[in-house]
């Protein structure tokens, strides 16, 4: 697998990771007890456990890549954030919100690649 690769996965890790944090709190960590509180701690496991792989695979990739070429790419994962939660969640965005994305993910590629 090459480094961008490498780098794709970590950003995808990371979106999911989110995504199932997301899942955990709308569960309600703090609601009575009862068949579904595991479910709820399922998806608190699942999300930490995608971040700290990402992590790792971000360190990995490190060996093959500098450090502002794979903070760029893991810019990505805003996007792809937001993509995943209007399919998952039925989450929409204004216009305005999807040009502060753009907007986001532009400096931080530009400030890590210039």
């Known amino acids: 697998m090459t480094?961008?690769?490498?780098?794709?996965?970590?950003?995808?890790c990371t979106s999911c990771g989110q995504l199932c944090l997301k899942t955990a709190s709308r569960k309600g960590l703090f609601s009575p007890a009862g068949r579904k509180r595991w479910v709820k701690y399922a998806w608190l496991i699942a999300g930490y456990g995608a971040l700290l792989l990402a992590v790792g695979i971000s360190a990995y990739t490190l060996r093959f890549l500098e450090v502002n070429v794979l903070v760029s790419l893991t810019a990505l994962s805003y996007p792809l954030v937001v993509g995943l939660s209007r399919v998952f969640f039925d989450e929409r965005l204004t216009r305005n919100q999807w040009s502060g994305l753009f907007l986001v993910c532009?400096?931080?590629?530009?400030y890590n690649l210039a």
């Open 3 to 12: 480094e961008y690769g490498l780098a794709l996965c970590a950003v995808t």
């Open 106 to 110: 532009s400096g931080v590629a530009l």
